[in-house]
């Protein structure tokens, strides 16, 4: 079973990933799916209604908003990187987290490099799939680095202007 | 100033270790050239034509002795003994080891500096009003502002992969310093009918390849909701941008596309989401503003006997004074600027020996107070008028009391093709041909306020669209040709200048200036500025004598 | 004629090269006067991730018997700047950095000798 690095309670680990990605020009297959945002609004009612776990996979011209009245339902959204630098995925992110209280899984898919993993985390990713080939230790590492913070974000970190009072 | 506290010196401490590992993972290998690149460039460091470059922040143009010093013993240690202000009031150093950066970054950090969003598609250095704290024009001291900017800036997690990079300028004062409206953000503090603090919000102004003068979007946006207000426009920025063209994605290009109205209604609607939870809490402004209330001031008369005295004996002293100095908030005081444009000379280089004798400068007379311009130039914001005949003298004998502040020989240059790896064509070579040619300086006194601006290609970061004059070095055919507009200002009447005619080859360029200047002193009435006789004339005259002379 | 440069990683130096090694002298360059041996040398130098920084072939014109690089970008990575005569590799001097400097065109374009010449 394929693997991802899922961020719990503060702690990084490789844990086994029970999604299996299916694609627009795939066949679906048993159990539980991450699929496009197209695919969902056609036969998203359909797989809920088998009783499986369903994420949806948003591109970066996908805006959160359209899930907004599907998020109670979903499991998971993956966001997804189409290449490192295309920061729309961490509006997406932050706005699941902070405008939507999604509590689901949150996963960055794509091009998911370690040097980013601590602004993944403070907007509110919790699961990877690096592209990088990085390990937890890695993504820990770099995700802890900075001992303060500056802004309010999706993690709830307090930032240095919390941290002086 | 603003002192960093142990919170502010560990956040440096962290980002300057990380860049360590990443420099140490480049050098053995374990990551390519491509996946480094962005890393690198997120703290600043660009491969250019003969080495490295290190563009060294310096928020809000601000800097204490301490920290020039360091800036200048890097320029002596790691580069060749000297160092080049920007536009964007940074410091670069040219000729950097990418092995050398870990110990440089730790330098900088241990006196409360860094090269953190110098390069990116992030939220640069914002930029202020040099004369903050000094200027009796000003509303409120924009450093205040600039700093909360800078903290909530830093490694903001959803705002370091914006499609394009992001300036911010803010000014106190109604007279326009730091080129706002030409900046992605430019705020310009207003004070409200009812006292109330705020700022008028310009947003999606910009030079480069399509210059606009930024529009209004918010003629009054309370003070104490800056943050969120930011926040509301980077997130629709973040957005919506555009990701597909580089030369189409700074802010500018959106707020054009949408209008302004609609691209202001955008962030309205998103503000309203994000509501005042994402403001900075009065206590944490009230924490900075402390900072920089500190300076203290003696009471004295606004006439120094020393001073009148000294002016009277020495013309060049009068001369320096005429140019140089600028009108203190409080008695006694004055405002000087260094100019950093010695004829001949590179636009906005110091020596490291040169830095040196300003920081002592700044302590013995200036209040331990140094601000770098827009303009490549120096400030020493407080310094008392029976200061000033020593100051010049110790500036003179360090070759930095050139008079020549705002007038022609004040130009303001890219590093150009001598160093740039984007550029087209040489600047600085340009800068010092017209220099030599108006180094007569009651001459240049006589022309007044012009400003020159030149860059080495489309980037504009010699900002010529805004020049008075605008200079853009262009590659024709392998040979540098130089494109000449006419009319811009950066300043509160920013306007995009106007193209002259066709380019002109190296050689021409300065003489193509003299006649332009020759047409002014002929065509200008009363106190006329060379910008406002242009306004009035409009181009004819001068297009006619630029190139008749060519034929 | 066309000779293979680069930036060295460890400190951005400009460098060719030279019979599988990087010299920083311009006039130490290996000269390829056929296509196939300078991207031969390309390719094998694009492997050399932790010595070299995109390297790439430049062109090269003959100019009253010196060969010279093409582009007036070329001809400043080999001297440096112009607003510093000190700085970089035309500091160290000698005959072939004077040559090189007074090249036909050197002085103002980016390299087509027989359009500077006049």
Redesign the interface.
């Known amino acids: 079973m394929p693997t991802r690095i899922k961020l719990t309670d503060g702690q990084f680990s490789l844990v086994e990933d029970p999604y299996t990605h299916v694609s627009d020009d795939e066949d679906l297959v048993r159990g539980d799916l991450i699929i496009s945002l197209t695919r969902f609004q056609s036969e998203g009612e359909r797989l809920l209604a088998e009783g499986r776990s369903v994420g949806v996979r948003l591109e970066p011209a996908e805006e959160v908003e359209v899930l907004a009245y599907d998020l109670p339902r979903i499991a998971l959204v993956a966001v997804a990187f189409p290449k490192f630098n295309d920061g729309r995925a961490y509006t997406a992110a932050r706005l699941l987290r902070e405008r939507y209280g999604f509590t689901g899984e949150v996963r960055a898919v794509g091009d998911v490099l370690r040097e980013q993993a601590g602004f993944m985390v403070r907007v509110g990713f919790d699961a990877f799939e690096p592209a990088d080939g990085s390990t937890p230790e890695q993504w820990a590492h770099t995700a802890h680095r900075q001992r303060h913070v500056y802004q309010r974000a999706a993690d709830r970190r307090a930032p240095a202007f919390a941290e002086r009072e | 100033m603003y002192q960093y506290d142990t919170l502010d010196k560990e956040f440096l401490a962290d980002r300057a270790a990380e860049f360590r590992e990443q420099v140490v993972r480049r050098l053995a290998g374990e990551i390519t050239e491509d996946q480094f690149k962005p890393i690198r460039l997120m703290n600043g460091l660009y491969l250019q034509l003969h080495a490295y470059m290190l563009r060294v922040a310096i928020p809000y143009g601000s800097l204490n002795p301490t920290q020039l010093r360091v800036l200048a013993d890097i320029g002596r240690t790691y580069d060749k003994g000297y160092g080049h202000f920007t536009t964007r009031q940074n410091l670069q150093f040219h000729w950097i080891k990418l092995a050398d950066t870990p110990d440089i970054l730790d330098r900088l950090a241990a006196v409360d500096m860094h090269a953190i969003q110098t390069s990116g598609n992030c939220i640069r250095n914002t930029t202020a009003d040099p004369y903050s704290g000094a200027t009796a024009e000003e509303v409120d001291d924009p450093r205040v502002w600039s700093e909360a900017i800078r903290q909530w800036s830093s490694l903001h997690p959803e705002f370091s992969f914006l499609p394009r990079k992001f300036k911010i300028a803010i000014t106190g004062a109604a007279k326009d310093r730091t080129a706002a409206k030409v900046h992605d953000i430019g705020l310009m503090m207003r004070r409200g009918r009812d006292g109330v603090l705020g700022f008028e919000v310009i947003v999606g102004g910009g030079l480069g390849r399509t210059p606009f003068v930024g529009p209004t979007i918010k003629e009054f946006l309370p003070a104490n909701r800056l943050v969120s207000y930011l926040e509301a426009i980077l997130r629709v920025f973040n957005r919506h941008g555009r990701r597909d063209n580089k030369y189409k994605a700074r802010i500018k290009i959106l707020v054009a596309a949408l209008g302004a109205e609609e691209f202001g209604r955008q962030v309205e609607e998103e503000w309203a989401k994000i509501g005042p939870e994402s403001d900075l809490p009065d206590t944490e402004i009230a924490r900075i503003r402390g900072a920089f209330a500190a300076t203290a001031f003696d009471t004295l008369v606004n006439r120094s006997e020393v001073f009148e005295a000294a002016k009277a004996a020495d013309l060049g002293l009068a001369r320096f004074a005429r140019n140089n100095l600028r009108e203190h908030k409080r008695a006694g005081y004055t405002i000087v600027e260094i100019s950093l444009k010695a004829i001949g000379e590179t636009p906005g280089d110091a020596t490291s020996d040169q830095m040196d004798v300003v920081a002592d400068l700044a302590e013995r007379y200036g209040q331990n107070d140094i601000r770098v311009t827009h303009e490549q130039n120096l400030v020493l914001p407080h310094v008392k008028l029976d200061d000033v005949p020593a100051l010049y003298a110790a500036l003179n004998a360090a070759g930095l009391a050139t008079p020549n502040v705002n007038l022609i020989t004040d130009m303001i240059a890219c590093p150009g093709l001598d160093y740039c790896a984007l550029a087209n064509a040489r600047a600085i070579p340009i800068a010092q041909d017209i220099a030599r040619t108006f180094a007569d300086q009651d001459r240049a006194e006589l022309i007044g306020e012009l400003k020159i601006k030149i860059s080495g290609c489309i980037n504009a970061c010699g900002h010529h669209h805004v020049g008075h004059i605008g200079i853009l070095g262009v590659d024709k055919k392998g040979e540098e040709f130089y494109q000449l507009t006419l009319g811009g200002s950066g300043a509160e009447d920013a306007a995009v200048g106007s193209m002259l005619g066709p380019a002109l080859p190296a050689d021409r360029v300065a003489p193509a200036i003299d006649t332009l200047v020759e047409v002014y002193l002929r065509e200008r009435q009363g106190q006329e500025r060379f910008l406002d006789t242009f306004r009035r004339t409009g181009v004819v005259p001068f297009k006619e004598a630029v190139y008749a002379d060519a034929n | 004629m066309k000779a293979l440069t680069g ?1 060295r ?6 460098v060719f090269w030279k019979a599988g090694a990087w010299v920083e002298r311009f006039a130490d360059a290996e000269l390829f006067e056929s296509a196939e041996a300078g991207e031969a040398a390309e390719a094998h130098a694009k492997t050399e ?2 010595v070299i ?2 390297p790439y072939l430049i062109d090269l014109i003959e100019s009253e018997g010196l060969w010279a690089p ?4 070329e001809r ?2 080999a001297l ?5 005569l000190h ?2 590799k035309q500091a160290e001097g000698g005959a072939a950095i004077e040559a090189l400097q007074h090249a036909s065109g050197a002085a ?5 000798v027989n ?2 010449k006049r």
Do not use: A, F, M
Request: net charge positive; charged share 25%.
């Open positions: 930036n990683l460890t400190d951005g130096e400009v991730q932790t920084v995109d093409v582009s007036y970008r400043l990575r440096g700047p112009t607003n510093h700085h970089g103002r374009s980016k390299g087509r359009l500077i």
